[in-house]
């Protein structure tokens, strides 16, 4: 089992571009989960799906922000309009049903670089 | 909202020493709690977690439990220089895991 695996590792963008972000959970997760980590705010959570359904995005900034689950292999995280202060580390994680209340395993996450 | 805080912001001991760190949160009704462990660049890996009130121990790791007090800690005996690292507690209870912003520890040889 690879774990979870997150792509790009990094990415750089230039204020006002898109950066989608990639990740595959592990293989029979049921809950997939986007948090972001940055020195100042530590772990932050922004979103959740469980068998695909989005299922809590209170974590989500609003307007910029928007997450997927198409198919059980693969979420994807997009920011729109890139700013200054969303760089950071873009962690994802999967679990086998319980998000509340069982292990998370995260990926390594992608370092976004807004210049 | 859930408010995770920990404490100390940093630490650092001498090998051997004794370890101890801090979460408290703000939801009574909260019903899981853990310790992740990050390694510099790598992931978060969780450490060991509890549901009730008490104490758990698993090898060198101890977690205690108040939910009274809306307290938990983690100790670690005999600290390595491997156990340095970013430690994270995190509470859940009905939705997703919330961490606290963390405690870095420098196990000194």
């Known amino acids: 089992n690879a774990g979870v695996i997150q792509t790009p590792r990094h990415k750089v963008t230039g204020k006002g571009q898109e950066a989608t972000l990639w990740c595959e959970p592990i293989?029979?997760?049921?809950?997939v989960f986007w948090y972001r980590q940055t020195i100042v705010q530590g772990l932050e959570f922004l979103t959740y799906f469980r068998n695909q359904a989005p299922i809590d995005d209170s974590g989500m900034p609003k307007e910029r922000f928007s997450a997927q689950m198409p198919n059980q292999s693969h979420s994807t995280l997009k920011i729109q309009s890139t700013q200054p202060q969303d760089s950071a580390v873009y962690l994802c994680?999967?679990?086998?049903?319980?998000?509340?209340?069982?292990?998370?395993?995260f990926g390594s996450g992608t370092r976004l670089t807004v210049l | 909202q859930q408010k995770v805080q920990q404490s100390p912001e940093s630490l650092i001991v001498p090998e051997g020493a004794m370890t101890s760190l801090n979460c408290t949160f703000s939801d009574s009704a909260s019903q899981y709690f853990a310790w992740y462990r990050q390694h510099s660049g790598k992931a978060p890996k969780a450490l060991m977690s509890?549901?009730?009130?008490g104490e758990k121990e698993e090898g060198r790791f101890t977690i205690h439990l108040n939910k009274a007090s809306l307290h938990f800690s983690l100790h670690i005996r005999d600290s390595q220089p491997s156990d340095s690292a970013l430690y994270l507690c995190?509470?859940?209870?009905?939705?997703?895991?919330?961490f606290g912003t963390g405690t870095t520890v420098s196990v000194s040889p």
């Open positions: 994680a999967s679990s086998w049903t319980d998000p509340s209340a069982e292990t998370l395993y």
């Open positions: 293989s029979g997760h049921s809950a």
């Open positions: 995190a509470v859940g209870g009905g939705r997703a895991l919330i």
């Open positions: 509890i549901f009730s009130n």
